[in-house]
């Protein structure tokens, strides 16, 4: 009988046990003491090395998977120790250190990534990276900052916190990624000092970048700096959703493909180098003098791109072949793959976490196995591929962004081979002909900028057409494993029988179960929007939005960044009604963003509020949606618009149950609606007006209210205490359970026969960063308004 096959260490059996590990740890709602991890940790090196010896490959993969467990778990907690405490909530200090990566500057505020001396006289600050903000309507002065810089600041931070929403982005989860300690803003611009001029890769790239401008002076030079540098800040909301809509977002920074021409052009040059003079060959071979120019220009690439993940990658695949070249040896591209995999996550665990790892690694696999021999059939293989990629990277895509992109297959048909053989390689010329003497690039970047307008309209037709983005609602955790193993089967050969049938395992992820209320149900979603407050009202056909957030002019808009994506993760097509229920700017401010992709058919505000086309809320007023009644309480004809008491009181009632939703009144109203209506007062959940401040919840209020759920909307550690300690202590002595937006992210209540539902996102999906459950009572703050000294929000 012939002897097994041996399973190797470090193939792609391994590299898989060790990501399954590693994902293992990241997705369980809760982390394991530090010990622990180490003795996991050693019981995997003793099952590797077992499974080495004997040899046995059960035992390796298990090692393997318990390695990868124990090495992600140590990795967090070392990422989380970073941080800085919670309490107090915010520390003012000076600190001094270097700016990493390139500053990104706005209208009124500049933001960027700094690391702190390792002698800072903070211990917990020493060698860490903040990211700051300086706010300040005259750029001038901050517009001196350029990466590389040492400077000193007069900084107030807070340990990182973000909103928790359906949809959503995890601020939470990117800063324990990043090794971000804190996140804060300098109170001081004035006494900011600038300490030594800039150096190092980032400041070459921020110096490059400066130069496409001076250049070339064409709108589109944002691109090329894009393209050749990876730097995106000269983009707007307009440039995004084009490339969103098209599915060009992964060709628009640095990618693999541009390491891959850097190696080969080094690789070249060498190659020259050696024809010219055929006696270094004596010394070191043409093809190992070669692989190792390539494996460093690779290198040096990544470093000057900021170690993007697909540049790492490549990078990594790169060495690895040169290393093979240079040992004589050849290792197939599958297990090549597998090896960079396999060495990024030993370094760094946490790089899973991002989407771009999942995205260049999936689809340098799906490449790899559905097409292992192409070559020889230019536009077939290339058709191939897109048709492979566009299939396999689908389920991803939709699962870490809640989107697909109907044209990106014929925009990526264009825009792939011009990009990649014409504009790139004219970006990256210019970059090493700059490099070299100052002004010999600018012809090729001119030429790169008028190669990109020619194709450029194009897609932005494309992204305005109906074949644009398709936003897709949150599914269920079997979505993605359904939909993969539905696109591996659409990707075997030709002939494969059911392969229709395998149609059918994409409908989990494509046209998710969307929770909707039956008839005569309703659904409240309050969302998590910092200090501020909105509130998604379903029924079984319709959708009503009451306030939409805070927003500060050229910084947080809570209906940009909560409001629109738990919109479309719910599902929801578009807005029956609207509600404003008075015009601060903490319930008004996002409704610009919300009603430019939902405008709601019909929009109530108080009278005296001046918003065009809406209608007044006047009390008495009523309607009926799926066997669910609203009717507003408050304020009545006739009343004087008197901002917080003017909100807009709405009630809904649905099969015996009623919410109350109160605004900003305060207790002079809650004592007139108790007086006046009590009957309609009664109701089992209640959002507590006024955030939860002292001059709202008055006594007789929370007792005619009889609720059972009392819904706060807050902000963490918002300079106003909200909620008041006494406020919450009143509705729990009245009988309610007390919930906030602050400690449970975003709260869904269902109203039905059964009885009231109340779910809070935070609990119904646990994460090991997650800061409620590691913080205290009153962690650092999301107030939409600047603090005292001026300065505004960092959510």
């Not at 960079?340 to 030993?346: D, Q, R, W, Y």
């Not at 194709?455 to 057409?465: D, N």
């Not at 149900?521 to 957030?549: F, K, N, P, W, Y």
């Amino acid at each position: 009988m012939p002897p097994a096959a041996r399973t190797p260490p470090l193939g792609i059996a391994a590299s898989l046990a060790l990501l399954a590990g590693v994902c293992l740890c990241l997705w369980s709602p809760g982390l394991l003491p530090w010990w622990v991890s180490l003795a996991v940790l050693g019981l995997g090196a003793w099952s590797i090395w077992s499974g080495i010896a004997s040899p046995r490959p059960h035992a390796l993969l298990l090692g393997w998977l318990l390695a990868g467990h124990a090495l992600a778990g140590l990795h967090v907690a070392h990422a989380l120790s970073l941080q800085v405490p919670s309490v107090p909530s915010r520390q003012d200090v000076v600190v001094t250190g270097h700016i990493r990566e390139l500053p990104e500057h706005e209208p009124r505020r500049s933001r960027f990534l700094f690391r702190a001396d390792d002698d800072a006289p903070h211990l917990a600050l020493r060698g860490r990276d903040l990211r700051l903000s300086w706010y300040e309507d005259d750029p001038a002065r901050r517009g001196l900052l350029r990466a590389g810089q040492r400077w000193r600041f007069d900084v107030r931070l807070r340990a990182p916190r973000g909103l928790r929403n359906p949809g959503g982005t995890d601020a939470e989860k990117f800063a324990m990624a990043q090794r971000i300690a804190a996140m804060g803003y300098v109170r001081n611009p004035k006494s900011a000092r600038l300490l030594s001029p800039a150096r190092g890769a980032d400041a070459w790239r921020d110096a490059m970048s400066d130069r496409i401008v001076v250049s070339v002076h064409r709108p589109s030079a944002r691109f090329v700096r894009a393209l050749a540098l990876g730097d995106v800040r000269g983009f707007d909301d307009a440039d995004w959703h084009v490339l969103r809509a098209n599915g060009l977002t992964h060709l628009i920074a640095i990618s693999g493909f541009h390491v891959g021409l850097v190696a080969g052009f080094f690789a070249l040059l060498v190659r020259g180098g050696w024809w010219v003079w055929p006696m270094l060959a004596r010394r070191i071979p043409a093809q190992i003098a070669a692989a190792a120019a390539g494996a460093i220009g690779a290198g040096v690439y990544t470093a000057v791109a900021g170690f993007a993940l697909p540049t790492v990658r490549t990078a990594l695949m790169i060495a690895l072949v040169a290393a093979l070249r240079m040992a004589r040896r050849r290792m197939p591209a599958g297990e090549c793959l597998a090896l960079a995999a396999f060495a990024m996550v030993l370094v760094d665990p946490l790089a899973v976490l991002a989407a771009g790892f999942w995205l260049s690694f999936a689809g340098v696999a799906w490449l790899l196995w559905c097409l292992p021999d192409s070559g020889g059939r230019v536009v077939r293989d290339f058709l191939s591929a897109q048709g492979v990629a566009t299939l396999g990277l689908l389920p991803l895509a939709a699962i870490l962004f809640g989107q697909a992109s109907l044209a990106g297959p014929l925009a990526n048909l264009v825009a792939v081979p011009w990009w990649s053989l014409v504009v790139v390689p004219l970006s990256l010329v210019g970059l090493g002909l700059e490099s070299l003497h100052a002004g010999a690039g600018a012809w090729a970047w001119r030429a790169a900028v008028w190669c990109f307008d020619l194709a450029w309209p194009l897609f932005e037709r494309l992204a305005a057409s109906p074949l644009s983005l398709w936003w897709l609602p949150e599914p269920g955790w079997f979505a993605l494993p359904l939909a993969l193993l539905g696109a591996f089967w659409l990707l075997l050969p030709r002939g494969t029988p059911g392969k229709p049938l395998a149609m059918l395992m994409w409908l989990p992820l494509l046209w998710p179960d969307r929770r909707l209320p039956e008839h005569g149900q309703a659904e409240l979603v309050v969302i998590d929007v910092g200090q501020g407050l909105s509130v998604l009202v379903r029924t079984a056909r319709h959708a009503a939005l009451v306030d939409m957030g805070p927003a500060v002019p050229d910084g947080f808009d809570a209906g940009e960044r909560a409001v629109v994506p738990v919109l479309h993760a719910l599902g929801v097509p578009h807005l029956d009604a609207a509600v404003v229920s008075h015009g601060d700017n903490d319930h008004v401010g996002g409704w610009s963003a919300v009603s430019r992709l939902f405008p709601a058919a019909q929009l109530y505000a108080p009278e005296g509020l001046t918003m065009p086309g809406s209608a007044p809320c006047r009390a008495g007023a009523q309607w009926t949606w799926d066997g669910v009644r609203f009717r507003f309480l408050h304020p009545p004809a006739d009343f004087p618009y008197l901002r917080n008491e003017s909100s807009c009181v709405l009630r809904v009632e649905a099969q015996g149950r009623a919410a109350l939703l109160t605004g900003d009144i305060g207790e002079v109203i809650e004592r007139r609606l108790v007086r006046d209506a009590p009957g309609e007062v009664r109701a089992d959940v209640v959002l507590v007006a006024h955030h939860g401040s002292a001059s709202s919840s008055d006594p007789a209020f929370v007792a005619g209210t009889g609720a059972a759920v009392a819904l706060v909307s807050s902000g963490h550690g918002n300079r106003f205490g909200h909620p008041r300690a006494s406020v919450v202590e009143r509705w729990r002595r009245a009988g309610a359970s007390v919930l906030d937006t602050a400690a449970g992210g975003a709260l869904r209540v269902r109203l039905s026969e059964r009885g009231v539902e109340v779910e809070a996102r935070r609990q119904a999906h646990p994460r090991l960063w997650d800061a409620a459950r590691r913080g205290e009572s009153h962690p650092p703050g999301l107030s939409y308004r600047p603090d005292r000294d001026g300065r505004g929000p960092e959510g």
